[in-house]
């Protein structure tokens, strides 16, 4: 399986401002997604990372407050903008490497818990 | 529309004791089923993951899991419960969209093992 790492791990952040989380995995991967978990809830995807092009979002995430990069095939970033105590929650960076090794297979990395206050 | 449910917010059980941890779904086609596990504040575990062959799926910490395509079931199984196995268990589809795949997963079944 893939390693993956998120940072930060946890922060808490005053409503109106920005935040920027990392995932980064240890080998080169098709697909990467960012997803949105309310502690002890499922899953929500927010978005997939495309590499070298703009994210695809999923219906009730836009791109103005969910900013995506991924500059190369191990690297994303997602940004929760303008934030507000909504927006706590768990962020999870996920991968998948279609047709290699880790084909058919979604990994996750340990997440990054938000708290807006 | 393709979606996982899982019925059980909770299930509890005495350890040593087997445990099943129920999903069922609905896909077109032929499923991609999976089964995570999350401890407490920590990333989503892959455990398993059925996409052909033998309906018996052999995973990690001694999991598995049997796929009924006649019940679209999935569910988790374990012979002997241990007290570590308490956690969150996800089950998932894969489902194929506009030349994409994304990944559907129920709402979660909290497992407690009782010592």
């Known amino acids: 399986s893939a390693v993956i790492s998120q940072k930060p791990s946890r922060d808490i952040c005053q409503r109106g401002t920005s935040l920027t989380i990392q995932c980064q995995v240890d080998?080169?991967?098709?697909?990467m997604f960012w997803y949105r978990q309310q502690p002890g809830q499922s899953l929500t995807l927010i978005a997939t990372a495309n590499q070298g092009s703009e994210a695809t979002y999923e219906s009730g995430f836009v791109i103005d407050k969910f900013p995506i990069s991924r500059p190369n095939l191990t690297f994303s970033t997602l940004t929760v903008s303008n934030m507000s105590p909504e927006d706590s929650s768990i962020y999870l960076c996920s991968v998948e490497d279609w047709g290699g090794a880790l084909t058919d297979t979604q990994y996750f990395g340990p997440g990054t818990r938000l708290t807006v206050l | 529309a393709q979606s996982v449910a899982q019925p059980e917010d909770q299930v509890n059980v005495a350890e040593g004791n087997p445990l099943t941890v129920k999903c069922t779904y609905s896909?077109?086609?032929?499923?991609?089923l999976f089964w995570y596990v999350q401890y407490p504040n920590r990333g989503l575990q892959f455990l398993l993951k059925?996409?052909?062959?033998?309906?018996l799926v052999k995973g990690s910490y001694g999991f598995e899991a049997e796929f009924n395509k006649s019940q679209t079931s999935f569910h988790l199984k374990k012979p002997s419960a241990l007290v570590s196995d308490s956690a969150l268990y996800f089950c998932a589809v894969r489902s194929r969209t506009s030349g994409t795949y994304k990944y559907i997963f129920g709402t979660g079944t909290r497992l407690k093992v009782l010592a």
């Open positions: 896909v077109s086609g032929n499923p991609y």
């Open positions: 059925y996409i052909t062959g033998d309906n």
């Open positions: 080998s080169q991967v098709t697909m």
